[in-house]
């Protein structure tokens, strides 16, 4: 069951729910969501608004990271994730400029004004705020290198329609399966490699980590993300997400198209 706080756009959420039920039609692991009497997704009474979906056994979040077969279980279900999306009535995938994918001055911008304020008033020690400090910190000393991977990128990327929140609280394993992917969504255009690369990398310590003094991704990752790229929908566009003759362990990680 999740719970909508006073002031959710409730239409918005609608359409959430709509978008996980146009990827399950479509074979993706998406729980059923149960309907009202009146044949409604959500209900509503009293100011407080729920839906609720069904129940999945024996799984847990992704929270842990991945290993083993779940990456490859992953990047499957990423890849069937997007080719049941990219026929949304929202519109077709469609090539955008490489560098919409990751805005770095705006989020320096972002980062230094959170950091300014931690600064004049510094979070009790252990609680979440002071996670999201470390966090913040960690991010803005890694600018400089987003900023150089990005101009690596092919001029254009795909965008189409995606999840919208794939971290690895919104999937579930049971095993080395995926058992169900949650919490959609409203139906947006943002680039297909960005989110492959969020939940393949979500619980990673330092990735890129160093090695002998060099950076490598994961082993896993190039494997991944061929897998991912085996169950995406081909387009005729001529965007692509990494560099000819390159591999997502050796630039920015998504799926190719």
């Given at each position: 069951m999740k719970a909508y706080p006073p002031g959710t756009d409730v239409a918005e959420e609608r359409q959430a729910l709509a978008l996980g039920e146009t990827a399950r039609r479509a074979g993706v692991s998406v729980p059923a969501v149960?309907?009202?009497?009146?044949?409604?997704?959500?209900?509503?009474?009293?100011?407080?608004?729920?839906?609720?979906?069904?129940?999945?056994?024996?799984?847990?979040?992704?929270?842990g990271g991945l290993s083993g077969g779940r990456?490859?279980?992953?990047?499957?279900?990423?890849?069937?994730?997007?080719?049941?999306?990219?026929?949304h009535p929202v519109g077709p995938p469609h090539p955008v400029a490489a560098r919409a994918v990751c805005d770095v001055a705006?989020?320096?911008?972002?980062?230094?004004e959170?950091?300014?304020?931690?600064?004049?008033?510094?979070?009790?020690?252990?609680?979440?705020?002071?996670?999201?400090?470390?966090t913040a910190k960690q991010r803005h000393v890694a600018l400089p290198e987003a900023a150089a991977r990005l101009e690596k990128l092919p001029r254009t990327l795909s965008a189409q329609v995606v999840h919208g929140d794939l971290a690895s609280p919104n999937l579930l394993l049971r095993?080395?399966?995926?058992?169900?992917?949650?919490?959609?969504?409203?139906?947006?255009?943002?680039?297909?490699?960005?989110?492959?690369?969020?939940?393949?990398?979500?619980?990673?310590?330092?990735?890129p980590a160093r090695t002998n003094g060099s950076r490598a991704w994961p082993a896993p990752l190039t494997p991944t993300g061929?897998?991912?790229?085996?169950?995406?929908?081909?387009?005729?566009?001529p965007c692509r997400a990494w560099p000819p003759g390159t591999s997502p362990a050796r630039s920015v990680p998504g799926p190719n198209h």
């Open positions: 149960r309907r009202t009497v009146s044949g409604d997704v959500i209900a509503s009474a009293g100011g407080l608004s729920v839906s609720v979906a069904q129940y999945i056994a024996d799984a847990e979040t992704a929270e990456w490859a279980a992953v990047g499957e279900t990423v890849g069937r994730l997007h080719r049941a999306l990219a026929s705006r989020a320096r911008r972002r980062l230094e959170l950091l300014a304020r931690w600064a004049a008033a510094p979070p009790p020690r252990g609680g979440f705020a002071a996670w999201c400090a470390r095993g080395e399966a995926v058992a169900a992917v949650i919490d959609f969504r409203p139906p947006s255009h943002r680039s297909a490699a960005w989110e492959f690369g969020r939940i393949v990398l979500d619980r990673a310590p330092s990735w061929r897998q991912t790229r085996s169950f995406r929908p081909r387009t005729s566009s």
